[in-house]
C-alpha cells in the first residue's frame, strides 16, 4: 500500500486516546570508530539501555533506502507526513522558527553567514559567528541593499551563522536551486532557476547576493550561502489529520519552524535541556503530543567531534527518568537522520528507534544503540511508518473494517 493510502487510512481511523511523546536526539546515529564502537555504543547510556529492555525497537530509514535526509524532511517522516509528498524548503522552517509572520506566496531561503577567499568558500559557518554578530551585519544588510521590484526584502537573525531572507511581492517563485556547494573549496553557486516561472525571483537573489558581497567585503563572515528556498503555503495540521494537539520543546528556531508548519504549539522561549521533563509537564493537561528535539548530537556529529558527540548522547541519556515520571502513554526515542562524526554530516545510515509503551510486545533488545536495533522486533522501517505505531499503541486508531 502506498504511503499516502495509508497516512489517509490513519486520518479515517483516528479518535481520542493516550498521550504519546517523542524524543528525538538529532543525528544520533553514527559510525564505528577505531576501536570499532559508534558513538551511541560508546556512550554511558544506562537509562535509555534500560527503557530498551522494557520496549520494542527498530530501525527507521527517514526517507528511503540511500537518500540523505536533510532535517526538514527527517521530522515530517516521524510526524506521519510523507517526505516525498509533503516537500517544504529550510527557508519556511526558519521563518516559522523565528515566528515570523509568513504570508502565502511569500519566498524564503535560508541563510548562512560564510567566509570567501579568492572566490571560492573556506568556511561554510564562518566561524559559528554569534548570534550578536549575525544580528549586526542583519542590520548591515537592512541598511545597505535593495532589490529593484514591487515589494518587500526582509532579512532577520536566526541563531549563530544562520539567517533568514524572505521576499514578499506579486508574481515571486521559490523553485530555486541552492547556492550553498555543501563544501569548502568551492565558489557559491548562482541562484539556478528550476522553472521558467522562478526566473524573475532567481535574478532578485542573484542581485541580493551581489549586493551582500560588497556590502560585507571587510567582514569575516563575508558572503551569503542561500539554502531551501520555497514558496509557502499553509499545510494540514496534525490535529486535523490524527487528531493530536501538539507542542514542542526544542532549542533551535528550526525545529520549532516544522513543528509550526504541522499545527504544534511551539514553547518559547529557547530552554535548556534538564528543563524538558518539568516544561512538558506544564502542558500535561491541555496536550496530548510531545516533542522534544535535542540538537547538540547532531551538532557535534557535523563538527567531526566524536568525543563531544558521546557526551551529548550521555546528557540526553539523562532526560529519560523524567519523562518516564510523566507517564505517557507511549515514549519514543528516535532521530531524523545520522550524522557520524567520521563523515561531519548527515548520512543516509538508518537511526534506531525505540517505542515504549503498556501494549508494546518486548523484543530482545538490551541496549538502545544502532547494531542492537538492528535485532528489535519493528524492523527496518520508513521514518512515515512511525505515526500510525505510535497511534496504535495510545489507543488512537479504530479497528479497520468489519
Known amino acids: 500500500m502506498a504511503a499516502r493510502d495509508i497516512t489517509e487510512t490513519w486520518e479515517r481511523l483516528a479518535r481520542p486516546g493516550g498521550s504519546i511523546m517523542y524524543l528525538v536526539i538529532d543525528g544520533v546515529g553514527g559510525l ?23 520496549s520494542v525497537c527498530g530501525l527507521l530509514e527517514p526517507v528511503g533506502p540511500g537518500i540523505t535526509p536533510g532535517s526538514g524532511p527527517g521530522h515530517l517522516a516521524l510526524f506521519g507526513y510523507d517526505p516525498l509528498r509533503y516537500t517544504v524548503g529550510r527557508g519556511i522552517l526558519a521563518a516559522l522558527g ?15 553567514y560564510a567566509t570567501m577567499q579568492d572566490g571560492v568558500i573556506v568556511d561554510r559557518r564562518a566561524g559559528r559567528i554569534s548570534t550578536s554578530t549575525n544580528q549586526r551585519l542583519c542590520n548591515l544588510i537592512r541598511d545597505h541593499v535593495s532589490l529593484d521590484f514591487d515589494g518587500e526584502l526582509y532579512v532577520q537573525p536566526v541563531k549563530e551563522h544562520r539567517a533568514l531572507l524572505v521576499l514578499r511581492g506579486p508574481g515571486l517563485d521559490g523553485d530555486i536551486a541552492d547556492t550553498d556547494p555543501q563544501r569548502v573549496g568551492q565558489p557559491s553557486r548562482p541562484p539556478r532557476p528550476r522553472s521558467d516561472d522562478a526566473r524573475r525571483t532567481a535574478g532578485l537573489v542573484a542581485s541580493f547576493v551581489d549586493q551582500v558581497n560588497e556590502t560585507l ?15 509557502y503555503r499553509p499545510w494540514p495540521s496534525l490535529e486535523e489529520r490524527y487528531g493530536l494537539h501538539g507542542v514542542c520543546l526544542a532549542q533551535y528556531p528550526m525545529y520549532r519552524g516544522v513543528s509550526r508548519l504541522v499545527g504544534m504549539d511551539v514553547h518559547t522561549p529557547a530552554l535548556e535541556l534538564d528543563d524538558y521533563p518539568s516544561v512538558a509537564q506544564s502542558y500535561r493537561d491541555t496536550h496530548d503530543f510531545f516533542f522534544l528535539h535535542v540538537k547538540p548530537t547532531d551538532s557535534r556529529g557535523e563538527d567531526g567531534d566524536y568525543d563531544a558527540k558521546v557526551e551529548a548522547i550521555e546528557r540526553a541519556d539523562s532526560l529519560i527518568p523524567g519523562l518516564l515520571d510523566l507517564e505517557p502513554e507511549v515514549l519514543v526515542v528516535t532521530a531524523d537522520h545520522s550524522t557520524p562524526a567520521a563523515m561531519a554530516t548527515h548520512s543516509w545510515h538508518p537511526v534506531p528507534l525505540l517505542l515504549h509503551a503498556d501494549s508494546a510486545r518486548r523484543d530482545a533488545v538490551t541496549s538502545y544503540d544502532e547494531r542492537a536495533c538492528l535485532h528489535g522486533g519493528l524492523g527496518i522501517r520508513p521514518g512515515w511508518h512511525l505515526m500510525g505505531l505510535a497511534l496504535a499503541h495510545a489507543g488512537r486508531l479504530d479497528k479497520y473494517g468489519a
Open 32 to 54: 564505528p570508530d577505531e576501536r570499532g564502537m559508534t558513538e551511541l555504543e560508546a556512550a554511558d547510556t544506562p537509562h535509555l539501555d534500560s527503557l530498551a529492555d522494557r
Open 98 to 112: 523565528v515566528d515570523f509572520d509568513l504570508r502565502e506566496g511569500d519566498v524564503a531561503a535560508r541563510i548562512n
Open 217 to 231: 567585503a571587510d567582514e569575516t563572515a563575508n558572503t551569503v550561502l542561500l539554502r531551501g528556498f520555497d514558496t
